[in-house]
């Protein structure tokens, strides 16, 4: 769409929900498909890892000509490579899912980048509508099927919610025949992780839910409902100070902020 | 006579046409890809494989076999005996009235031919096959008048020169159909091209009897250099000779009279598909095609090129992707061309390189990669149908008689009625049996006719590798796809797993079982009941008297439907159909319950869980739908202790 944007897009390996097998990662998968419609044959793929990894040649077999490979050994922080990679790049726009189905998962990396790299971050995006040389229209990902529309600045960050459009199907052919750049990288290894020891999670018992609609109207709605917080206001025609010292005072109350 | 040279010079000139017609058609087969052929065997073997095998298939419809016989056996022989008493002028009566013999008789049939065509059925094509018994009937009325004097039957000369020019005139008609629109592309070219089909065919073990069904797997080269394109995406990229089989088309149709996708309205015609085939290979468009369309799409608006894809502009994906690759029309071909092979190839591009599996299609595929089952469920499910069944697994027996093969129907709860009716009839007969457990996977028959060959591989060498781990004599499962695959597909990866080992579908082994006296059972008191045939079980193995044998050990006499055994009319659960799900007018699986009822059953027997799933599909009111095993195991007088 605008070919004067570079647009990248991070994958990672995911993880099969019932079988635990390797796979392309679904929010990933997304970020890639949102990447290809927004710059086409121009997308930059990246991943922080294993160039053997196979399952990065299901991401190449979306249409890519070729996939960038931040080599690192198992273990090792993504986080520092992708750094480097992305500020000896000009990049304008970076696509990430919102965790990975791997590892920490703990959704925590486009926060630290954006952090990082001292740029925006958009979470849960639906879509990017339009892009020009300074800004881009972005739909984020809101409950029940809602969102919201804002203008955000370039460069960005953007999470990817599993409300984008979903993946294309992947060719083997043409996965197979991608190119893989590989670029060596000072690895960190991941220290604090290293410490860690990981077990398998045991599925907590649910709570039974009581529900005591009477029509089927009421009950697709507690069956659909996201708990919704009883507390907080909408602030629309507030100054920016008044709305930025509203989340202040929130963040002091929630002890985010000491 | 002035005009003695007219007559040979006509037949020399249109002979060297058709030579020169012949080298360049021979040309653009030879633009496919290279595939060894025996090529002398193969010339050896033709005559007996078109008097033989081709004879058989056409010999179902009494009518044209006959004619076919008369007529073309007729002119082959008046055509060469054409060449030495009118073209090399030898002066022998023998020969001319053997000559005189041959014309009458390709007269006969030509008239039978020309009767068909006064009223023509639907599945024939129309156009320059309506002149064609005309033709026919020219040549010989013309080279009968010509041989007369030859004969001794006129004086020479008679007639003089006009009657010469007369002659000349109409030879030169019919010698063009017959000689010149042999190789360049009129409807005898079915003689020529047919002739080779059959010396060069891809599948010689077809010829006598046999059976090759299993699809050819695709090369994915040494591992290192990955091929230019996977499947096929031009006409090029066929072999060359599956070209030549697709010239090899008399447009007759039968195979359009029996596809079942044809016939529910979605848009695929297998004659129109291999014609379009042709015009591929040989570029040009489809007006010229005087048979019925594609259902839902006009005519005249397909282009084709050599090296053009074909998916571009000749066939809509829709096309192929309506296949139910259920083989009725390869079964049917009197040309016994591929027309499933060719689907298939083609189906390969669009999933390998293109991923454009349509609908549940990209889905189906990603699970059965990342899970070995097409619906994604937890791998270590996969045997707890069998939480009460109290079967050995493999792992811990690690022999057996028999290997029960589950299948992905482990998953689904219809289809475990029919596991534990089978595996309760195994029990009653003491079979040492046992099942490999979660370490089953998909056999790979639905990523297979999807396209998507690489998957297929890996799951049959993954397969294969546990199998080889373990003992056992025989494999048997309930399911005719996993079924096929193990027995056809899977021999082709190298692996000596399957090696002395059976397979077997149940209904055979179950008939073995009741031969052999090890199961009581009483008979069935219910009412009519039919039978249908799955077509990977019957038409791809040959299985049509097991299941019968077993019904009739019931004391069912089994109503047949109109169409059945090797003619039967797929359920529509075939080829990943309903996960491609292509729309049309009706469903398959609705015709195929109308011919149920047509019986007056009020049951349909099957040996197949898809079928199973397929035809009980269907509204109700409808007759009852169950696996053979399940009414056995109804039937099982049980002992008490
Ligand atoms: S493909 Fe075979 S059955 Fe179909 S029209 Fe041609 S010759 Fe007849
Ligand atoms: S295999 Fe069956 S569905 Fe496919 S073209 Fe042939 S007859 Fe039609």
């Known amino acids: ?258 | 006579m002035m005009l003695d040279w007219l007559v040979p010079t006509l037949i020399s000139v249109l002979l060297v046409l058709a030579g020169i017609g012949a080298v360049r058609r021979m040309n653009m087969w030879r633009a496919g890809q290279a595939e060894k052929v025996d090529m002398l065997a193969g010339l050896l073997a033709m005559p007996k494989r078109y008097l033989h095998d081709l004879h058989h298939v056409v010999d179902r419809d009494k009518y044209i076999s006959r004619t076919h016989v008369a007529t073309g056996g007729g002119f082959v022989l008046a055509m060469v005996l054409v060449v030495f008493v009118h073209l090399f002028g030898v002066d022998s009566k023998i020969l001319a009235w053997a000559l005189l013999a041959a014309l009458v008789m390709m007269f006969c049939g030509a008239l039978f031919v020309y009767k068909r065509r006064i009223n023509p059925p639907s599945r024939l094509s129309k156009g320059p096959w309506m002149r064609l018994p005309k033709s026919l009937l020219t040549f010989s009325i013309t080279f009968f008048v010509l041989t007369l004097p030859a004969a001794g039957v006129l004086p020479e000369g008679f007639g003089g020169w006009l009657l010469t020019l007369v002659l000349s005139v109409l030879i030169l008609m019919s010698l063009s159909e017959m000689l010149f629109g042999m190789t360049w592309g009129g409807p005898m070219k079915h003689a020529f091209a047919g002739a080779l089909h059959l010396a060069f065919h891809r599948r010689p073990e077809r010829f006598g009897g046999g059976r090759s069904t299993g699809l050819k797997p695709v090369d994915f080269g040494d591992g290192v250099s990955v091929k230019e394109v996977l499947g096929v995406a031009k006409p090029t990229d066929f072999k060359w000779n599956q070209l030549l089989g697709f010239d090899a088309c008399v447009q007759c149709g039968r195979c359009e009279a029996v596809c079942p996708a044809f016939a529910a309205g979605q848009p695929l015609n297998p004659k129109k598909l291999i014609q379009d085939m042709v015009v591929g290979f040989a570029g040009g468009t489809d007006e010229n095609y005087a048979g019925s369309p594609y259902p839902g799409i006009d005519l005249g608006h397909a282009k084709g090129a050599p090296n053009q894809i074909i998916t571009d502009g000749l066939i809509h994906p829709d096309t192929l992707w309506s296949c139910t690759t259920c083989r009725a029309c390869v079964e049917e071909c009197p040309m016994m061309i591929e027309h499933v092979d060719a689907i298939v190839d083609m189906r390969r591009f669009l999933t390998l390189e293109k991923g454009s599996t349509p609908n549940k299609g990209a889905q189906v595929l990603e699970n059965i990669i990342a899970t070995d089952n097409p619906n994604g469920y937890a791998p270590a499910s996969r045997t707890h149908w069998a939480a009460d069944q109290n079967l050995p697994v493999m792992k811990d027996v690690k022999q057996a008689d028999v290997l029960f093969w589950v299948s992905d129907g482990a998953f689904d709860m219809r289809s475990q009625r029919i596991l534990r009716a089978f595996v309760k009839l195994m029990k009653a007969a003491n079979v040492d049996v046992a099942i490999l457990g979660d370490e089953e996977l998909d056999s790979g028959d639905v990523a297979r006719r999807l396209g998507d060959d690489a998957t297929f591989q890996s799951l049959a060498k993954r397969n294969l590798a546990t199998l080889s781990t373990y003992q056992f004599n025989k494999i048997v499962t309930t399911d005719p796809h996993a079924f096929h695959c193990l027995k056809n597909e899977y021999g082709d990866f190298g692996s000596d797993a399957l090696q002395n080992v059976e397979v077997l579908h149940h209904t055979t082994f179950l008939n073995r079982l009741v031969k052999d006296g090890l199961l009581q059972l009483e008979p069935f008191k219910g009412g009519k009941v039919t039978y249908h045939d799955p077509c990977y079980l019957g038409r791809y193995n040959g299985e049509y008297e097991a299941p019968r044998e077993l019904l009739a050990s019931l004391g069912i006499d089994v109503a047949e439907m109109e169409r059945s055994k090797f003619r039967s009319r797929c359920c529509g659960g075939g080829g990943g159909a309903p996960i491609t799900d292509i729309p049309g007018e009706r469903r398959i699986a609705d015709m195929r319950m109308e011919d149920v009822v047509s019986t007056g059953a009020s049951m349909v027997a099957v040996g197949c869980q898809q079928c199973t799933a397929m035809l009980e599909g269907v509204v109700e009111p409808r007759p009852v739908v169950k696996d053979i095993a399940e009414i056995l195991a109804g039937q099982l007088i049980e002992e008490t202790h």
Request: charged residues 20%; positive net charge.
């Open chain 1, 1 to 258: 769409m605008q070919p004067n944007v570079n647009v990248i897009s991070l994958v990672s390996v995911g993880r099969h929900p019932q079988s635990g097998r390797a796979r392309r990662a679904e929010q990933d998968g997304r970020a890639v498909e949102l990447g290809l419609k927004l710059a086409g044959k121009n997308l930059t793929v990246v991943h922080a890892g294993n160039p053997q990894e196979p399952v990065l040649r299901q991401y190449a077999g979306m249409g890519l000509s070729s996939l960038t490979v931040l080599e690192q050994a198992q273990g090792c922080d993504a986080l520092p490579a992708l750094v480097s990679f992305l500020t000896e790049n000009s990049v304008n726009i970076v696509l990430t899912g919102v965790r990975s189905e791997n590892g920490e998962s703990s959704g925590m990396l486009p926060y630290l980048l954006a952090d990082q790299l001292n740029w925006p971050l958009v979470p849960r995006v639906a879509d990017i509508v339009s892009v020009s040389a300074e800004s881009a229209e972005v739909l984020l990902a809101l409950p029940r099927g809602q969102r919201r529309s804002v203008i955000v600045t370039l460069p960005f960050i953007a999470s990817v919610d599993n409300a984008a459009q979903e993946a294309r199907q992947t060719a083997f052919g043409p996965g197979l025949r991608a190119d893989f750049h590989v670029l060596a990288m000072d690895t960190v290894v991941d220290e604090a992780a290293h410490q860690w020891k990981i077990t398998a999670a045991k599925p907590r018992p649910k709570r039974l839910k009581v529900v005591k609609a009477k029509t089927a109207a009421d009950r697709m709605k507690a069956a659909t409902a996201k708990p919704v917080g009883s507390g907080g206001k909408i602030m629309k025609n507030e100054t920016p100070e008044e709305k930025a010292k509203a989340i202040f005072d929130l963040l002091l109350e929630e002890k985010v902020v000491r």
